[in-house]
């Protein structure tokens, strides 16, 4: 077994665990159709699994933000061409529906159904004879994959008949007309996007001509596996003097990673399935960051803590361990999906969700229009908080983050039982054994607290698996039903197979100590479960624009009003001997900085010679550094409760 070492995960690549031939698939959810090999698990339909608690006030907090309200004034989507409109045909529209859409169906909310119908109806009667569809005035195929997720989706939550013709007569499209796919162009670089959909219909109707399709995309657009198992970016770009190309791209990284193991249930191929693991240890290698995403403020940019890391790159890297983890069932995807949900998503918006960032940073001392060390494409307004810093693409694609995280929480399994896959409050209703319905309320405050309860309810007793995901960090989990203890080892998933009567509770306890994690210039970052912390810094707002005379959507800049330039004294091997943790509920607003649910106590000093540099903070001096300045009480909170932060310390030499 190669155990690949990384710095923010550990990835194991293990064999590959699938259905073998004559055993039985899942009867209740479409799996994989033959030829295709079977995935580990399987996506339940969207509206299978709804938030409760924290995690369901923030999706709320979403759709009273920018997501509920974004298309009534931004005018990319106010006039987009996507609903009829002489506005914007290209991306826009569809990324914004990518997240609207699970938004809508997992709140139930009447006002956003209503609002994402206006768009799916416009665009279901797009459809032209020869397959064609979306805004005649686009002839860009990139858009369509992204227009085609929002469908599949739509399709799970509503069973609309129009959606499987029209995506089985756009596949018919491809196969009439020549390849379109250039590297050179967004369409060629993310044509693989077009196969997560092809696989999703030729699952549901078994059409041979979708697979020639997904035949013809792959052998004609850029292949990433050999990109990825022979990485070529190893330096930091900026500094390396390297062209800036569409493979140096961030947020094709990020989407890319998951296209060789999505391949391979097609080939069957080794080298496929490698590359997504090769290419995720590569990232994190040479350009990893703290809060689970790479270094990317546009293009790969190193992994110096004040390098940007782009918010759609951190969406689309929570998409592929998704998928990732559906197609493979390793635990490492999961409990790096957690990582990025729970630290970097929240960490580069506003806690309200009316503004958010382009690029976030690890160490985040000054947020203004300045100039910085960004890679190639960035302006100077790439991490000041607002309606469109820098460019539109985020704006547009941050609203799929929370809502696809929600939707999979939770998959089924070819035992005919059920795993919970990632952690967080929520309700799944899903189908096991001979085709009972159950349903599971995950009563949590994770990942805040490591106590997980599952109560299942359903009209009779029945007996199905729970596979349930220890995460890599759990050293001494427990799962306990009824009494009896199940073996809980980290990094796998336990399994629960018995007679389940009405009513039945099982308690996951996955213990949150603090463990520490080596950084740039041998800095240190402190964990607690999926949650990475962060100096608290006080934050002096500017308002620089306001966008609108009712909604609240401004752009600010942030200035630190407290000191940030601290290291730490702590012992790296035994944090909780230097580090107290204290705890409290959860507010209505998760991720605000004045009420966030875990707190650290720790102790440093002040780094007088550790200052400003363009405009971000410096470097951290090199550990162990040395102060002669007066220990100092520091309080840390979790890396989304912050807008500015350190989150890479130096320690200080005693």
Request: aromatic letters at 10%.
């Amino acid at each position: 077994m190669n155990r690949l070492v990384l710095a923010c995960v550990v990835l194991v690549l293990p064999p590959l665990v699938s259905v073998a031939r004559g055993q039985a698939a899942n009867r209740h959810y479409p799996s994989s159709r033959p030829p295709l090999r079977q995935t580990r698990f399987v996506e339940l339909p969207l509206g299978a699994v709804k938030p409760q608690g924290w995690l369901r006030d923030q999706l709320r907090i979403q759709a009273e933000g920018l997501t509920g309200h974004l298309d009534e004034f931004w005018p990319d989507l106010a006039q987009s061409a996507w609903k009829g409109g002489t506005g914007d045909g290209w991306e826009r529209g569809p990324y914004y529906l990518d997240g609207l859409v699970p938004l809508a169906y997992e709140l139930d909310d009447a006002r956003l159904i209503a609002k994402a119908k206006v768009w799916i109806e416009w665009i279901l009667a797009s459809g032209q004879p020869d397959g064609w569809f979306g805004p005649a005035k686009n002839k860009d195929r990139w858009p369509r994959a992204v227009a085609m997720k929002v469908l599949t989706q739509y399709h799970e939550a509503t069973g609309d008949a129009r959606v499987i013709p029209l995506l089985t007569n756009y596949f018919k499209y491809i196969n009439r007309t020549p390849p379109d796919w250039p590297d050179t162009e967004w369409r060629g670089v993310r044509a693989m996007e077009h196969v997560v959909s092809a696989f999703w219909l030729y699952n549901r109707t078994g059409d041979a001509e979708i697979l020639k399709a997904a035949d013809s995309i792959h052998r004609s657009c850029f292949d990433w596996t050999p990109f990825f198992l022979d990485f070529p970016y190893t330096t930091e770009a900026l500094k390396a003097g390297l062209k800036y190309t569409h493979f140096t791209h961030d947020v094709n990284n990020a989407m890319a990673v998951k296209n060789p193991a999505l391949w391979h249930l097609r080939s069957g191929d080794e080298r496929d399935r490698k590359a997504s693991y090769q290419g995720i240890a590569s990232l994190d290698e040479h350009h990893g960051q703290v809060a689970g995403g790479f270094g990317g403020d546009e293009h790969l940019s190193g992994k110096r803590p004040t390098q940007g890391t782009e918010l759609c790159g951190v969406v689309e890297y929570m998409f592929s361990m998704e998928k990732l983890v559906e197609i493979l069932g390793d635990v490492a995807f999961a409990d790096r999906l957690e990582r990025l949900a729970y630290n970097a998503n929240p960490g580069t918006c506003m806690p309200d969700y009316w503004a958010h960032q382009f690029d976030q940073q690890a160490n985040q001392v000054l947020c203004t229009i300045a100039k910085r060390q960004w890679s190639h494409g960035n302006d100077d307004t790439s991490n000041i908080y607002g309606l469109e810093p820098n460019y539109g693409c985020c704006t547009a694609n941050m609203h799929q983050g929370w809502p696809k995280l929600v939707s999979h929480l939770w998959m089924a399994t070819h035992d005919q039982g059920l795993a919970a896959v990632a952690y967080g409050p929520c309700k799944v209703k899903a189908k096991v054994a001979d085709g009972q319905e159950v349903t599971i309320s995950e009563e949590t405050a994770y990942p805040f607290d490591g106590v997980v309860r599952l109560v299942l309810e359903s009209p009779r007793p029945t007996r199905f698996p729970l596979h349930l995901r220890i995460p890599v960090w759990a050293t001494g989990a427990r799962v306990v039903c009824m009494g009896t203890e199940t073996p809980a080892e980290a990094g796998r998933f336990a399994v629960v197979d018995r007679m389940w009567d009405p009513g039945e509770v099982v308690t996951i306890s996955l213990p949150m100590n603090l463990r520490t994690e080596p950084r740039y210039n041998n800095s240190v970052a402190i964990l607690r479960g999926p949650l990475c912390f962060s100096l608290k810094i006080g934050e002096r707002y500017e308002k620089l624009r306001s966008h609108h005379d009712k909604f609240p959507v401004n752009d600010w800049a942030i200035h630190p009003a407290t000191p940030w330039n601290y290291g730490l004294l702590l012992d790296r091997g035994r944090p909780e001997q230097s580090v107290s943790v204290a705890t409290r509920a959860v507010g209505k607003i998760p991720f605000a900085q004045d009420a966030a649910p875990v707190t650290l106590k720790a102790k440093g000093r002040a780094l007088p010679g550790w200052k400003l540099e363009h405009n971000s903070a410096g470097d951290p001096p090199m550990s162990p550094a040395v102060s002669n300045e007066p220990t100092t009480d520091l309080e840390l909170i979790p890396y989304g409760s912050t807008r500015l932060r350190i989150t890479e310390f130096p320690t200080i030499q005693e």
